[in-house]
């Protein structure tokens, strides 16, 4: 019995680690509706001005102007604001501007982080903000602030790249670029162009202009990428993908370099833990070492989530590629458009219902 009921604790805290993302949708109607717990929730008479879906939660402007927030679980609804700027955030956090002080979600709560903010960002784990008061640049983790740099009167705005856990900032008048993670301020280069840095998730890449490489901090490990100054290059969730000096495009992915094109893409994409690009008219994905051909052609539409691609095919059915597994979204065509909320999609079918859509089932409103 006690080794059931532990089994229970732990699927109720993983389901709870994983909360889904509410799907939001407008009727034909106009009426505002949202898709969570298995259940459609009818939660305005009028479309939303904005809106943002978080993981268990979805923050919304009404057309009122008055900043909301709904939570599937106990069916929730809080005012937030009934001003400010428009939020901005990801999937796990969330800030927005009430004229200059900045605020944010704790516990389903609108909470003050600081005053005196000219601009801020937001990532997973990670909010900075220019305080233009005190003149400095913080980042707050875990609820605690860290001064990381002074901005002195009359300088330029902050240059910083924000990723899930950690930023890389850019002094442009010592031409140095720091990097702050885990409560600790680094210097990368005394001598670089912020131009060629990306911070992605436990990665972070940059080119040295004073040693002349392209380098990666992975987990603690620093490395050498490229003695070439690279034509581009972005990072994701455990990856940086770069153009080198040579017109091949390679990818640095869970600590190992991979060249995966010995030309110029004519284009590609990171995101999350996908690598996308455009091979002679093909589109192709690179994942855990290895390329695949998504389809011959170049679909009209794709979104990427975590790990998992989801496209329109050549007949505008709904397909999905996670974990080198390929399946089919519903069993419509014709579908004119999607979007993607975590690991579900949400479409208006051809008959004209609102159908929402995970790998394995569908629900239609």
């Known amino acids: 019995m006690k080794r059931t009921l532990l089994v229970a604790a732990l699927l109720c805290v993983a389901a709870r680690l994983s909360a889904q993302v509410p799907v939001p949708f407008a009727t034909a109607e106009d009426r505002f509706l949202c898709f969570a717990n298995g259940r459609f929730?009818?939660?305005?008479?009028?479309?939303?001005?904005?809106?943002?879906?978080?993981?268990?939660?979805?923050?919304?402007?009404?057309?009122?102007?008055?900043?909301?927030i709904f939570i599937p679980d106990g069916r929730r609804m809080h005012l937030l604001d009934r001003g400010g700027s428009s939020p901005i955030g990801t999937r796990k956090r969330i800030?927005?501007?009430s004229a200059d002080t900045l605020k944010t979600l704790t516990e389903g709560r609108a909470r003050v982080l600081a005053t005196n903010v000219a601009e801020f960002g937001v990532s997973d784990s990670l909010i900075v903000l220019h305080d233009t008061a005190m003149r400095e640049l913080r980042v707050?983790?875990?609820?605690?602030?860290?001064?990381?740099?002074?901005?002195?009167?009359?300088?330029?705005?902050?240059?910083?790249?924000?990723?899930?856990?950690?930023?890389?900032?850019?002094?442009?008048?010592?031409?140095?670029l720091s990097m702050y993670r885990?409560?600790?301020?680094?210097?990368?280069?005394?001598?670089?162009?912020?131009?060629?840095?990306?911070?992605?998730?436990?990665?972070?890449?940059?080119?040295?202009?004073?040693?002349?490489?392209?380098?990666?901090?992975?987990?603690?490990?620093?490395?050498?990428?490229s003695d070439l100054r690279p034509a581009s290059a972005q990072a994701g969730?455990?990856?940086?993908?770069?153009?080198?000096?040579?017109?091949?495009?390679?990818?640095?992915?869970?600590?190992?370099?991979?060249?995966?094109?010995d030309e110029p893409p004519t284009a590609y994409w990171v995101k999350d833990s996908l690598l996308l690009f455009l091979d002679r008219g093909r589109l192709?994905?690179?994942?855990?070492?290895?390329?695949?051909?998504?389809?011959?052609?170049v679909p009209e539409q794709w979104q990427v989530e975590g790990g998992l691609l989801a496209y329109l095919d050549i007949n505008r059915e709904l397909r999905g590629i996670e974990g080198g597994e390929r399946f089919?979204?519903?069993?419509?065509?014709?579908?004119?458009?999607?979007?993607?909320?975590?690991?579900?999609?949400?479409?208006?079918?051809?008959?004209?219902?609102?159908?929402?859509?995970s790998r394995r089932r569908t629900w239609v409103y």
């Open 284 to 297: 192709m994905l690179f994942h855990q070492g290895a390329s695949t051909v998504v389809e011959p052609y």
């Open 95 to 97: 800030a927005w501007l």
């Open 41 to 68: 929730e009818n939660l305005e008479p009028r479309p939303p001005a904005m809106l943002h879906a978080m993981e268990g939660q979805l923050v919304y402007r009404d057309h009122q102007g008055v900043l909301k």
């Open 140 to 176: 707050i983790h875990r609820r605690a602030a860290h001064i990381v740099a002074a901005v002195e009167r009359g300088s330029e705005r902050p240059q910083w790249l924000l990723g899930p856990d950690a930023m890389v900032f850019f002094n442009k008048e010592a031409r140095r």
């Open 328 to 357: 089919r979204f519903g069993s419509e065509a014709a579908i004119d458009g999607f979007e993607l909320f975590g690991d579900r999609v949400r479409y208006r079918s051809p008959l004209g219902m609102t159908v929402v859509a």
């Open 237 to 261: 969730s455990g990856l940086v993908a770069f153009v080198d000096g040579n017109g091949r495009l390679q990818c640095f992915e869970a600590g190992v370099k991979h060249r995966v094109l």
């Open 182 to 225: 885990r409560g600790k301020v680094r210097v990368l280069s005394d001598s670089t162009d912020v131009g060629i840095a990306v911070v992605g998730g436990g990665v972070v890449g940059w080119w040295d202009g004073h040693a002349r490489v392209f380098k990666a901090i992975h987990g603690e490990r620093e490395l050498e990428l």
